[in-house]
């Protein structure tokens, strides 16, 4: 968590779901405002029949996000192109992960709403983990990022990334008030 004053309020910040915020929103973003990272060798994912099949109706939207994927024959993916912001992912991982998702939110739902969780699952494989040391530059920018949200006050799955403790309910909790 991150520990910060504003006046006399404390307000804590959870580091895992500002970050989940702010990759999200960029994943969000206009196609062509989503930089992808070619990769020298496309890398390949084995995913299940069942999780095959949806993947490959969300191929073309999934290219607008900066993630790159083709079918390469039969349960096989070649992955070729990662948003920017993935770049350092576990790309196999997080395919599969998409893959499952999508699946157990089923076609039916619409691609828009899978495409949304994909999304989501690729803003929580890369956002910062809830108890990784954050150096003072690191906090300084992910609260730059954060104040340039559109939704700051959630991460994408409705979990608060920040909660404001007054001065009043500070002393309400050492009984220091009635």
Known sequence: Y??????????LIDQHAAHERIVYERLGQRAE??????L???ETVEVSFSEARVLAQL???LGDMGLEIDAFGGTTFAVKAV???????????LVRGLAERSLEIGLAAGLDRILDACRMVMACHRAVRANQRLDETQIH?????????????HCPHGRPTWIRWTLRDLEKAFGRSS
């Open 83 to 93: 948003p920017t912001v993935l770049s350092d992912q576990d790309i196999g991982r």
């Open 59 to 61: 191929l073309p939207r």
């Open 33 to 38: 405002a989503t930089e992808a990272q070619q």
């Open 141 to 153: 920018h992910l609260l730059v990022q954060l104040d340039r949200c559109e939704n700051p006050s």
């Open 40 to 42: 020298l060798l496309p």
């Open 2 to 11: 991150i520990v910060c004053q504003d006046g006399d309020d404390l307000i």
